[in-house]
């Protein structure tokens, strides 16, 4: 499976913006699909994960009740809509992949050692 993100950009801070994440290949519905972001000199941090095979949501701390994740099944497409935005939610955001049977037995479903395939990145800044 590979991951292509696009949709960063610069706004302004209480602004909006969405990314997208196509998952191509010919399973790509039976994957986990989660967003990771990493700012300037820290550490990745998780943002939010789901499986297109149903089961929960899991939002980070910092940006629940300001991100949604939703999915595509049409376009094969992952959505990260960003509202009520800071600076400090400056940062690359990634999109990353793994099976969602692998997913759902996971310990921890949050962390960036769980997932197998990664996207290149889209740059988020949030600045007046």
């Known amino acids: 499976v590979q991951l292509q993100a696009s949709g960063g950009g610069l706004v302004q801070p209480g602004g909006s913006l969405r990314l997208s994440c196509v998952v191509s290949?010919?399973?790509?519905?039976?994957?986990?699909v989660g967003w990771f972001r990493q700012a300037p000199g820290k550490e990745r941090e998780f943002v939010v994960a789901f499986s297109w095979s149903g089961g929960d949501t899991y939002y980070g701390n910092s940006v629940k009740g300001r991100f949604t994740i939703s999915g595509d099944n049409v376009k094969n497409t992952v959505y990260l809509e960003m509202n009520n935005l800071k600076p400090e939610d400056t940062a690359v955001y990634y999109c990353?992949?793994?099976?969602?049977?692998?997913?759902?037995?996971?310990?921890?479903?949050?962390?960036?050692?769980?997932?197998?395939?990664w996207g290149q990145g889209t740059l988020v800044t949030v600045s007046s």
């Open positions: 290949g010919r399973t790509a519905r039976t994957y986990a």
């Open positions: 990353a992949a793994v099976p969602s049977v692998s997913w759902w037995w996971a310990q921890d479903k949050t962390h960036a050692a769980g997932f197998d395939y």
